[in-house]
């Protein structure tokens, strides 16, 4: 009896990680040169910009922040986005760009989801970073966060690669994050708690 339990919850978690989990939505993608589109679906969780990096919760989390805002400027915003289980967890290019620089690191097994918002392992997971530059120099970039049971990052793209806004990018296998990291020249839009579509709420502006 405990097997037939086992296997038959197994096979739902077949059915629902292949035919639920790993599925894409079209998305009504609205090209515009002066939006920063998000590149993932979940929940902003931080918005943090050089200035307020020595305040409150984030005080103690100022190398994570220095290594995020690394290759995009000394006066970046950072976006930590949440990604739940039942979010879609592929991304997308926040703008028309060319990828300039990709790094994947290992990392811990650190929770990225439960007291997420003190970027607890916002830098100690396995993680992708993909620094991008626009055809006006505007500088961003895109980091993909594992997971505790998540060691999977998957990147579609490789360094000098050409991308459209909206077009996909990467792929989270279960819960995780996807920080955005933009320089001083884009204006942040969006709101902490706010929830996000991949490929159709706006993020930023240009200045």
């Not at 009504?28 to 307020?52: C, Q, R, T, Y």
């Not at 690191?105 to 007291?115: D, I, T």
């Not at 995780?176 to 884009?186: E, G, L, M, R």
Request: no cysteine.
């Amino acid at each position: 009896m405990v097997w037939i339990i086992f296997i038959a919850i197994l096979v739902l978690f077949i059915l629902f990680y292949n035919f639920y989990f790993l599925r894409q939505p079209k998305r009504k993608i609205l090209h515009n040169d002066n939006h920063f589109l998000s590149p993932a679906e979940g929940k902003i969780i931080a918005i943090v910009d050089s200035g307020e990096a020595d305040k409150a919760i984030y005080k103690k989390q100022r190398k994570v922040l220095d290594d995020f805002t690394a290759g995009v400027g000394r006066d970046a915003t950072m976006i930590v986005i949440e990604m739940k289980l039942t979010d879609v967890h592929y991304q997308r290019a926040p703008h028309d760009a060319r990828l300039i620089a990709q790094h994947h690191r290992k990392g811990s097994y650190a929770n990225a989801v439960f007291g997420a918002k003190s970027l607890h392992a916002t830098d100690k997971n396995e993680h992708n970073e993909m620094i991008f530059i626009t055809h006006d120099h505007i500088t961003f970039k895109i980091v993909q966060i594992a997971w505790l049971l998540a060691r999977r990052i998957v990147s579609f793209i490789q360094k000098d690669q050409q991308m459209t806004q909206g077009e996909t990018i990467g792929l989270i296998r279960l819960w995780s994050q996807v920080v955005v990291v933009f320089d001083d020249h884009v204006e942040v839009t969006v709101k902490v708690g706010q929830r996000v579509v991949d490929g159709e709420t706006v993020l930023g502006v240009k200045k």
